[in-house]
């Protein structure tokens, strides 16, 4: 009895154990950290010498401490805040290193009259740099580095450099942010340039680069996969676990430093163990379930692009379309083709929408169904799309057979999705005729179904595009 009992009490703090673990705001499964000063050179930059922190998986605590050998790990960069030392954020980087990344800190552009541009390039450069050292025999760490999975972020204006260094590194496979600062050259204009997953971290009281001025501006101006998160109460400055310049001009947080301290970790390692690491439990934590139960911070994010345009509303002669909101569903992609997630958005005059799904499974194949509030029920090509937690996109307007069966109409030299269907039975024929005859001749006008070219007016144009499309019998062509 005494026997079955201790297995229980050891097989219940292993489990413990193993679950803390798993929580990504503690410390992760590696019990000792070594740091230690390395000076990076440049030759490229006129030999320039880029002193950094690096914080690793080491076996025992402390300066110099010899690099846990045995696995490779990620490589990260950070940038520090305007004017901030580097050592503000060791927290930071020994959290993340026992989650079993080599984190890698420049010391460069810490007075008054930084240089954007050139500590962009630090970052960049340091972690190519140690990608080298990684391969170079003799050297501490020397096969312990993951050349193939490297992360950028920063706080501040290093916030805004981790966009300019994702934008001149296309090797970069992950950039995150706290506070985020537009820079000189602009890191918002740069983040049209990233092609990987994009994390923007905010504080609710920031009045030094707030949500609305810099955090939204390069979020909005960013590709899937994308997600920003403004934590209720937060500052600027709290970003740092010790209070620095920046404590003095910021607004008064409403939570405690420790609090943003924690959230700050839980999102950030989250972020870089799913896009780095590959590990898709942490899902749950970045935008999935758990994620959507935290009431302490306003999360949005977006991990699908599409591109679309509605017949009546596109206008080929000037290549835009009226812009209008429109629903997508994911679908089994094998029978009976059940609804597996859904999400709405607006698609713009040039047809692109951002949709947000969170029960997608990463490598599966899904039927996109395009809904519209009078346009044909229409499907993607037959197979399904594959698809990617690290963003994923889908374009109906390259070629009619992007819709299943086909079934699309060409305009000028866009393909576009059949409008008309105002009643939303599947088929276009009299009876959405006889409708939008009915809302003309009583004058209707705004947003209805049977303003079928988006005008906001029934008229003789939108019975035309109907009639047209009667006499080709259009339909919905599906699975």
Wanted: aromatic share 12%; charged share 15%.
């Amino acid at each position: 009895m005494k026997k079955y009992i201790l297995f229980l009490l050891i097989f219940f703090l292993l489990t413990v154990k193993i679950y803390s673990q798993t929580i990504p705001s503690d410390s992760g499964y590696i019990p000792f950290v070594g740091n230690r000063t390395v000076v990076f050179t440049d030759s490229s930059r006129s030999n320039r010498n880029i002193s950094s922190l690096v914080y690793y998986p080491a076996v025992s605590e402390g300066l110099n401490a010899p690099v846990l050998t045995g696995n490779k790990y990620p490589l990260i960069s950070f940038g520090h805040g305007f004017t901030l030392n580097p050592n503000l954020y060791v927290s930071l980087y020994r959290h993340l290193a026992s989650w079993g990344y080599i984190v890698i800190a420049p010391s460069t552009e810490t007075g008054f009259s930084p240089g954007h541009l050139n500590f962009a390039k630090d970052l960049v450069f340091v972690l190519k740099d140690m990608k080298r050292k990684g391969i170079t025999p003799g050297d501490i760490f020397y096969n312990v580095t993951d050349s193939g999975n490297t992360g950028v972020f920063g706080h501040s204006m290093g916030g805004g450099c981790s966009f300019l260094a994702g934008s001149l590194d296309p090797a970069i496979d992950a950039v995150s942010s706290l506070a985020a600062a537009n820079t000189n050259p602009s890191s918002i204009s740069a983040a049209s340039l990233i092609k990987c997953p994009v994390q923007l971290l905010s504080g609710q009281r920031d009045s030094i680069a707030s949500y609305w001025t810099n955090q939204l501006p390069h979020y909005n101006n960013t590709f899937p996969f994308k997600q920003i998160l403004n934590l209720k109460g937060g500052n600027h400055s709290q970003f740092h676990a010790i209070a620095g310049l920046d404590d003095l001009v910021d607004n008064a947080a409403f939570i405690t430093r420790s609090e943003q301290q924690r959230l700050t970790r839980r999102y950030v390692t989250s972020f870089f163990n799913l896009f780095l690491k590959n590990d898709t439990g942490y899902k749950s934590y970045l935008y999935g379930s758990i994620a959507k139960n935290d009431t302490s911070v306003i999360m949005q994010f977006a991990n699908f692009q599409l591109k679309a345009l509605i017949q009546g509303f596109y206008n080929s002669g000037i290549n835009t379309m009226i812009t209008d909101t429109v629903n997508l569903f994911l679908r089994n992609a094998v029978s009976p083709y059940s609804v597996i997630d859904s999400s709405g958005s607006v698609l713009n005059n040039s047809g692109y929408g951002i949709f947000s799904f969170d029960k997608a499974v990463n490598g599966r194949s899904y039927y996109l169904q395009f809904d519209h509030r009078n346009s044909i029920e229409t499907w993607s090509r037959s197979g399904g799309e594959v698809f990617s937690l690290r963003g994923t996109s889908y374009n109906f307007t390259d070629s009619s057979e992007k819709a299943y069966g086909s079934n699309q109409i060409l305009k000028g030299q866009k393909y576009c999705i059949y409008n008309g269907d105002v009643n939303s039975d599947g088929i276009i024929d009299a009876e959405d005729l006889s409708l939008t005859d009915n809302d003309g001749i009583n004058g209707e006008t705004g947003y209805i179904p049977t303003d079928i070219n988006g005008d906001g007016i029934i008229d003789a144009e939108d019975l035309s595009m109907l009639d047209n499309n009667i006499v080709i019998s259009v339909s919905a062509v599906l699975p």
